[in-house]
Structures are given as structure tokens and as C-alpha cells.
């Protein structure tokens, strides 16, 4: 007789929903989470990665399909972190992924419900490059996703999406399973192992140059070339948020605003630094 984590796998698609995993351990995920502005529940899930799963249905209320929220928010949090962040998404009509890593164009696929195929083949070479995955195993398996299965719809194609992340150390919390409604995701997420929630972040906070020293970009904000990038990062994010308003998708406004917030961090650290070196050092 099935389980009901089992009977939970081989439930069609119900509904909206949409996870965020991120290629780095919860610790590292937090700051750049409440750049989202939008409460979150981050979880470990496995060893180097996270699970970031909204935490109400509000954002349901956008007016935009949910690939582009949950894609707007990938691009946000990825933009500017070391590590990539992969989106999962779903709705009554489709799933799909999309990943996202630093400022490179995102790569993912699509599937309609009942799992025929809508993306382009070499998406998932790209996919699995990008995170590192097994050149032949990840993508013997990504391609067989490619291909038409009569008896794999689009929650068995995510699945096996995550089949293949799971030879990658991914460990999802029990409940997590993405083919289920937000509500019920939030549910389950709140209940994981070491759950944390994440709420708003003022730009005061953002901007603060003890936490911009303390992360592992903050000896590279210094000098003329990362004034340039600073600036460049204010124009592009004030462009790339102009956009996401007029679009009224929250995703992309995020992160536009997360450039905005990078740019403004850099140009804070490196005066903070230049004259913290202008100190006279104290005698022994």
C-alpha cells in the first residue's frame, strides 16, 4: 500500500505553486532572501542547498503567470550571489524551471500538463553545465525529458528534474513536493527542519558596509573599477525595476531593485573604506 509521500508523487498538477532552490547553504541565502521584499520560508534542502517557498498567497494576485514571477525572483536573488538559483513552477496548464546564475541569460524548460515537451533540447545541456552536474548521467537523463513519453505528464517530467538534482546532494523537506498547491507548500515548509522566515529588508540595512565587509564580495568593492560596476549596477537596476513597475511583475521589479541595492551597497563600502584608510592608526 503506498505511503502518503508516495500517493504525493504521483499526484497530477493541482493548482499554482512554485519553489526556489538555491545552490548555497541556508546561512548564505538569508541576506539576499529579504531582498525580495516579499515573506519568505528558507529551509536546508540536502547538503549545499536551499528551499525558498512563499510564505502566502498574496503574490498570486500579481496578474502574471507564474513563470514570471517565480523567474523574476530567480533573476533577483541570483544577479548578484555566487551561486545559481533554479526556479520550479507549475499551473493548471504547465510546468517548467527556469535557472538562473549571476547575470548570464536564464536557461530553463517548459511542458504543457500532460508532458508534452515545449522547450528547446539543448536548454538542458546548458542547464545541467551550469550547475555542475554530471556531463553524462544528468544529461542522459535531462534529454529523456525532452522527448515524448505518453505516460509522463508535466508533475512526472518535474520529478524527474529532480531525480537528476538529487545525485547533486538535493534533499527536499518532506511535503515539498512541486506539484502541489502554494497553500499546501507553505504548510509543509513550515513545518521543516530548520525553518526560517524572511521578511523585508529596509535599504538602510541593504546598504550597511559592516555587513557588505563581511560578505564574500566585499574586498573586491574597492577602487575605481568597482565604482564603474557600482554605477553600472544603479543604471541597469534603475532600467531593469522601471520595467518590472510598468510590467507590474514583482519579480523583475525585485530585481531591478536588488541592482539598485548592489550599487548603492558598492559605492557606500568603498567611501566606508577609503576613509576608515584615511585614520590616523592608534600607537601600541
Do not use: K
Not at 547553504?25 to 517557498?53: E, F, H, K, Q, T
Not at 507548500?185 to 558596509?209: I, K, S
Request: with cysteine; charged share 20%.
Amino acid at each position: 500500500m503506498p505511503t502518503d509521500a508516495a500517493r504525493n508523487l504521483e499526484q497530477p498538477l493541482r493548482g499554482t505553486g512554485g519553489l526556489l532552490l538555491c545552490r548555497a547553504a541556508p546561512d548564505a541565502v538569508a541576506p539576499a532572501a529579504v531582498l525580495l521584499r516579499r515573506p519568505m520560508l528558507l529551509a536546508p534542502a540536502g547538503g549545499g542547498w536551499s528551499v525558498l517557498v512563499p510564505a502566502d498567497l498574496s503574490w498570486q494576485g500579481e496578474e502574471e503567470p507564474v513563470d514570471l514571477v517565480l523567474d523574476g525572483w530567480a533573476a533577483a536573488l541570483a544577479v548578484g550571489a555566487p551561486w545559481p538559483v533554479l526556479a520550479l513552477w507549475w499551473d493548471a496548464g504547465r510546468a517548467g524551471f527556469s535557472l538562473a546564475s549571476g547575470v548570464r541569460r536564464p536557461v530553463g524548460y517548459v511542458w504543457l500538463a500532460d508532458g508534452t515537451p515545449a522547450g528547446e533540447d539543448e536548454a538542458m545541456r546548458t542547464f545541467a553545465g551550469r550547475l555542475g552536474l554530471d556531463p553524462v548521467f544528468a544529461v542522459q537523463a535531462l534529454d529523456a525529458l525532452t522527448r515524448p513519453d505518453s505516460e509522463a505528464d508535466a508533475a512526472a517530467r518535474l520529478r524527474g528534474v529532480l531525480a537528476v538534482l538529487a545525485h547533486a546532494g538535493l534533499a527536499l523537506p518532506a511535503g515539498l513536493v512541486p506539484v502541489r498547491p502554494a497553500d499546501a507548500l507553505a504548510e509543509a515548509a513550515g513545518m521543516a527542519p530548520g525553518v526560517r522566515r524572511t521578511g523585508r529588508a529596509g535599504w538602510r540595512e541593504v546598504v550597511r558596509p559592516e555587513l557588505v565587509e563581511a560578505s564574500v564580495v566585499g574586498p573586491l568593492m574597492r577602487g575605481r573599477r568597482a565604482r564603474l560596476l557600482a554605477a553600472a549596477h544603479l543604471v541597469a537596476g534603475s532600467a531593469l525595476g522601471l520595467w518590472g513597475l510598468g510590467r507590474r511583475s514583482g519579480g523583475w521589479a525585485a530585481a531591478g531593485g536588488l541592482l539598485v541595492a548592489q550599487g548603492i551597497a558598492g559605492l557606500a563600502y568603498d567611501r566606508f573604506r577609503s576613509d576608515r584608510a584615511r585614520l590616523p592608526v592608534p600607537p601600541d
